[in-house]
Structure formats: C-alpha cells, structure tokens
C-alpha cells in the first residue's frame, strides 16, 4: 500500500512563500511521476507541477516562475517551494503519484492566501 502524506500548508499573506512536502511511504525510485495537484473551492482540480523520472518538470501557466517542485530520493519525499503567493493559489493541495498506471494521492494540505 502506497500511502502520501502531505505537510506544509498554511496561511500566509500575498507575496509570501510557503513549501509543501509529501512524503512517500516507498522508494521514489517507484514512481513514474509524482506531482502537485489544487482544487478550490467550485472548481475542478488542476495540475499545478509534475515531475517524471528522468527529472523532466512541467508546470501549469499560472505558476510558471513561482513554484519550483523537487524531489528528494534519500528522504522519499516532494517538495513545492511556493513564492510570490497570490490569492488565487489558496486551495487545497494535494501529492500525487503513478506507479505504472495506478495513481495515488495524499489526502491533501490547505494552502490559504489573504490579500
């Protein structure tokens, strides 16, 4: 059993930063991809970052330049690093990971920007 535990989230005023972790219960060496997920309130979860295991990085538009997501081997975690926070990023986050094609996700972490 795959499980994901998400740490980090919080509240933070526009502008600041905050890092979110998801620590893997398995080797990250198992995963074909792991990713960082939001859902806010009414509306559809969207991608926020994905990373492969060849260390390719995507990111959706509206973080570009703002999030930087990694991946620690050793300490089987993934991490957010989150800047410049806007109030549109409150949502909830959550980890996400693919072994072959069976997916698994954390049960997520409240990010909360007040403007």
């Known amino acids: 059993q795959v499980q994901l535990v998400e740490s980090g989230g919080g509240l933070v005023q526009a502008g600041g930063s905050l890092r979110l972790s998801c620590a893997a219960s398995?080797?990250?060496?198992?995963?074909?991809?792991m990713g960082w997920y939001r859902q806010a309130p009414g509306k559809q979860r969207e991608l926020v970052a994905l990373i492969t295991s060849g260390n390719r990085v995507m990111y959706a538009d509206s973080v570009k330049g703002r999030f930087t997501i990694s991946r620690d081997n050793d300490r089987n975690t993934l991490d957010l690093q989150m800047n410049s926070l806007r109030s549109e990023d409150t949502a909830v986050y959550c980890c996400n990971a693919v072994i072959r094609v069976q997916p698994y996700w954390g049960q997520g972490t409240q990010v909360t920007v007040s403007s």
């Open positions: 398995v080797s990250l060496f198992n995963m074909n991809a």
